[in-house]
């Protein structure tokens, strides 16, 4: 391989999980662009083997979807065109078509495309993989990477990583301490705010340090979530670098689905995962660090894929009590047990 160009255009988390397959892109290839959606470029500048990043939202990938508009989709066959790719892989998830996006690709002259698909791609792809669905993220875009003829270099764990995370961005406690990331991308996969609350009172009663983190939009949750706790609250006051900064440094991350519960998984930490069903845990759930799973994945909701709770009382997760949250940071707290000699 030469000029590569690796495609994911969905979210931050998208983006994460896909990182092992994009190292091993980069390990065969000269150069290697990441093409991302708007909601996954941060976390694309952050991935190592990236040596440059296109951003375009795409109207069969973007969860608000814009009008399909001529002008844009040659604006994007222009700028691919223009840097003359060998070849460019389509990373999708099960349920998403890697076909529209191959189409723009052939149309912008790269003559090399691949994919895992289902459809009749007709002369789209060079290769059409198949392969089981329920696998975890990051190993369902290892095997196409190494279908593509780029298997994970000789050293490389397949883990998710990131790469500039230095000095913690925003002021926290000294390690080691916990942090409670109750947003979340969908409510359906929320876990209730005053559970969060009341989780955050008790972690600081039993003398964890405790950190609440958030996206500028919000600020008011994780107001309400640290309340008068003596928590710190950085609801707002971190970009994803800093983020990953204070997760890495942290005990255990409690998250629900959402991008930053990859974002610990890719710094190494270990997750409590508040995990909503809509979409299978055996895909989605943090990856390659120690995690405890929380969450009734026999709901109704199961493999739903639903962004609004489809069930009243959101059962899904309101089964889960601040008691089971605390154990599993306990769990996860605990020093290795040493194997007898």
Do not use: K
């Not at 996954?40 to 952050?46: C, D, V, Y």
């Not at 925003?170 to 301490?177: C, H, K, M, R, S």
Request: charged share 20%.
């Amino acid at each position: 391989m030469s000029r590569v160009l690796a495609v994911r255009l969905d979210s931050l988390g998208d983006v994460l999980v896909t990182g092992p397959a994009v190292r091993a892109l980069a390990g065969a290839a000269e150069h290697l662009t990441l093409l991302c959606g708007p909601r996954g470029r941060a976390a694309a500048e952050l991935l190592p083997g990236v040596d440059e990043v296109l951003c375009w939202r795409a109207p069969w990938v973007d969860p608000d979807p814009e009008p399909v508009r001529p002008e844009h989709v040659e604006d994007l066959r222009a700028a691919l065109a223009a840097r003359r790719f060998d070849r460019a892989v389509v990373f999708t998830s099960f349920h998403q078509s890697p076909l529209p996006t191959a189409l723009v690709l052939r149309l912008a002259g790269i003559a090399w495309v691949g994919a895992i698909c289902e459809d009749y791609p007709g002369s789209l792809l060079d290769v059409r993989h198949r392969l089981p669905d329920d696998l975890p993220e990051p190993e369902r875009a290892l095997s196409l990477a190494a279908a593509c003829g780029a298997p994970l270099p000789p050293g490389d764990d397949g883990r998710l990583a990131v790469r500039g995370v230095a000095a913690q961005a925003a002021p926290v406690p000294e390690p080691p301490y916990v942090v409670l990331h109750p947003g979340t991308s969908v409510p359906a996969r929320a876990w209730p705010p005053d559970r969060f609350r009341e989780t955050c009172r008790r972690l600081v009663d039993d003398g964890h340090r405790v950190v609440v983190t958030g996206a500028p939009g919000e600020r008011g949750l994780t107001a309400r979530v640290a309340g008068a706790s003596g928590a710190l609250d950085l609801g707002g006051r971190t970009n994803l670098v800093g983020l990953a900064s204070v997760l890495a440094h942290a005990r255990a991350v409690v998250v629900g689905n959402t991008g930053p519960a990859h974002l610990a998984a890719a710094v190494g930490t270990p997750v409590v995962s508040l995990f909503a069903p809509t979409v299978p845990a055996v895909r989605w759930a943090p990856y390659g660090v120690p995690r405890v799973l929380l969450g009734d994945q026999t709901a109704p909701c199961r493999d739903s894929r639903a962004t609004a709770c489809p069930v009243p009382g959101h059962p899904c997760l309101a089964s889960v009590t601040p008691d089971d949250v605390l154990s599993a940071v306990v769990a996860l707290s605990a020093p290795p047990v040493a194997e007898p000699a």
